[in-house]
């Protein structure tokens, strides 16, 4: 539309060249232009100027809702009116944290495929596996777009391997990375994990230390977590479950998450440098959380240095070597990488011990199945160790499973963009549309999951390998193909240790009855969790001796 409004005229590049000093139009033109401008202004009423440029503004922003209603390369897929004339009701729950929810209740009601902006489909399809490692998978057309090549409200782009967006960056780092999440690295990580796991059921059995008999376990799964991922990221004691301060880590997380997910809807924002304007109390947190992280890096190189280093990723991490380029790891890069570890390693492994804590409080006889399973299973506290004899407990394995299911770290999207023209599952998504998979409607998908609110671990134990095929179709809780969590089997190694070591040593009783679904706020990651509060009775107190 701004092609055919330029004016240009001898010597200039376009209108405002006219005003400059080095013009080759005869002498004494920019003057006379000047003198016609200033004459032309003192005539005009800067009423009409105003009420001119809305006018402009109005037509123009009634097309743009016009064209993405009718003419939008996406106008063929359904969707509520709004979502697909604007991005702000997207925006209005990606602000409340309920976008999961939102997106789960248009699914139902619009089918498989949805626009919940203009430019971005959700796309829910478990006909096959395959349909979903499309998407996600090794080989596939669809990229990391915009929604990840951005700074938090900041200008310093954050570049890790959640967040690259480049698949060639992507996989250096991946291939320098695996090396601390290796099968031989897990198991050295071991003892230092069931340290921590040692000490919180100590903690969470006192009725002496903090929050009281009941124990918010939100807090508590949380404190349990960094306390690993900072022992075993820095070296560091972090001390979070012997000490009721200095908690901070968790609402700054929180803010870095949130800030994401709503940057995500507003990409101008970012453009135009409005973010820390906007978004002054989060601009601030961010930038304290990212100044933690970057402490926390330097003084763990110091240790290194000093030759005091523990065996820890951060090890790893400083002495790996891409084995096709010879390269290593920057400080920034590190910084980076640090941010993702706090995040992805923590807070997803809490959300998933929260939730499943509650589903096991709220059905009672799923504990008790897993009681017995565990306290015949295993004869002493400490035999119960990672390897096939706790593998072997297929109930563990199934409530672990439900549990991820009804709380997904990442409740809705890892978003992709398409580079060219393509299908998914028989829906044609145009070039540079944004596409996600929601994890939390997917995992609530009642064709695949018969009465999804329900937490049933007995799903999971049918002999069908259809049918189990047909359910992992469906269960999104660490992705697909090269992009997929690279710290899952440590997840699920911490799951598992500490679920086992709960179930061997107590009785659960919750404070109140609770409701149906153990309910998060969609911060990218799920966010501002509370609950459930419950207590702790030892079987026998000699075990926690």
Known sequence: MSSFLQVKLPGDGGAGGLLQDNTTAPKGFSSQLIELAKGISGEIDSGIVIRTALLSLLVWKIWDYIYNIYFHPCAHLPGPLLFRMTILPNLYY???????????????????????????????????VQEI???????????????????????QVLVNLASAVDKKIHARKRRIISHAFSEAAIRSYEATVLDKIRLFCKQIADPNTFHGDYKNMSRWFSYLTYDIMGNLTFGHEYNMLTKDNDHFIQPLIDTFQHIQIILGCV???????????????????VKKFRDYVASQVTHRIDLEKAGKGPDDIFKLLLNAEDKKTGEKMEFKELSDEAVVLIIAASDTTGTALTGMSFYLARYPECYSKLKEEIRSTFSSLEEIVSGPKLLGCKYLRACVEEALRMSPGVPSYLVRESPKDGVIDGHMIPAYANIGVPGWAMHRREDVFPEPQVYKPERWLTESKDEIEKLRSAHLPFSYGPRACIGKNLALSTIYLTMARIAFLFEIESREELPLEFHVKDHFAAGDKNGPFLKFIPRDPRYLA
Do not use: C
Request: no cysteine; aromatic share 14%; glycine share 12%.
């Open 133 to 155: 490692i499309a998407v996600y998978g090794t080989g596939s057309q669809w990229g990391k777009g915009y929604y990840y090549s951005r700074g938090p409200v900041e200008k």
């Open 267 to 285: 990409p101008w924002v970012e453009r135009f440098g409005l973010g820390p304007l906007m978004f002054i109390s989060m601009a601030s947190a």
């Open 94 to 128: 990606s602000w409340k944290g309920t976008k999961h929810l939102k997106v789960d209740e248009l699914h139902k009601k619009y089918g498989d495929a949805v626009r919940i902006e203009p430019n971005f489909v959700s796309i829910m399809s478990p006909n096959s």
